[in-house]
């Protein structure tokens, strides 16, 4: 049962354009949503979060869009760089403990061409 | 900074052998976690502890045991390994407090089991 779901294995976009990556979920009960990119040989690291009682989060060139009644959410990354190339992951997490488990997508290869 | 090591970059072991994978992390965080990466999969949790001596299993506990003997150590145990887990083994970290939700993730461990 694939909770979160990124449909999209990889995405290629050009320096300069705007990178859209994608995200579906299914368990309504989720209470944060985050994204994480992951370089090859290194751990994941955390890039931006948004919470379930808000529709948009900004942090510099990434924006994250959540669209509840659609269990939709999307990562944009404007303008997009060649050192944005990675694995982006999708995961989300409820509350209600201190600790939290994240469920995460499958993940989407973002290149960014020069 | 947090740092989230693991005692091995790459380890190739034996079926049937048993295989330790050790994680340690610097920041105090009551939280710590493994999870594995395979391609198409995404990060599937395997265990997480919230306390020292605490455990709790994840999505694929299966074939696997931890242990948590002090807060900044904790210990993924392979009791006898197969060939279908041969994997990126990640180990993440994280605090109790309003960030939950952020995870801090070690290098990996790729495994291979021959």
Redesign the interface.
């Known amino acids: 049962d694939q909770q979160?779901k990124?449909n999209s294995?990889s995405l290629s976009v050009q320096e300069g354009r705007i990178s859209i990556l994608n995200c579906d979920y299914t368990n309504s009960m989720f209470d944060?949503f985050?994204w994480?990119k992951k370089y090859p040989?290194?751990?994941?690291?955390?890039l931006i979060?948004i919470s379930s009682i808000k529709d948009k989060n900004e942090d510099g060139r990434f924006t994250v869009f959540l669209n509840k009644s659609a269990k939709h959410l999307s990562l944009h990354i404007v303008p997009s760089q060649p050192g944005d190339s990675a694995v982006y992951?999708c995961?989300a997490?409820r509350g209600g403990?201190?600790?939290?488990?994240?469920?995460?997508?499958?993940?989407t290869i973002l290149t960014v061409h020069p | 900074d947090v740092k989230?090591t693991q005692s091995s970059?790459y380890l190739v072991k034996r079926t049937g052998e048993k295989v330790f994978l050790e994680c340690v992390q610097d920041m105090d965080h009551?939280?710590m976690?493994w999870?594995r990466q395979d391609p198409?999969?995404?990060?599937?949790?395997i265990y997480?502890s919230?306390d020292v001596k605490m455990k709790e299993k994840?999505d694929i506990p299966e074939g696997y045991s931890v242990s948590r003997e002090k807060k900044e150590r904790f210990s993924l145990i392979l009791e006898s390994a197969s060939t279908n887990q041969t994997s990126m083994y990640?180990c993440?970290s994280?605090s109790?407090?309003t960030r939950?939700?952020?995870?801090?993730?070690?290098?990996?461990t790729r495994l291979t089991v021959t």
């Open positions: 979160v990124q294995p944060y985050l994480y040989a290194e751990g994941p690291t955390f979060s992951f995961a997490i403990t201190s600790y939290g488990k994240l469920t995460f997508g499958q993940g | 989230v970059r009551e939280n976690f999870y198409g999969l995404g990060l599937r949790l997480f919230y994840g990640l993440a994280s109790s407090g939950f939700y952020e995870q801090y993730f070690g290098p990996g």
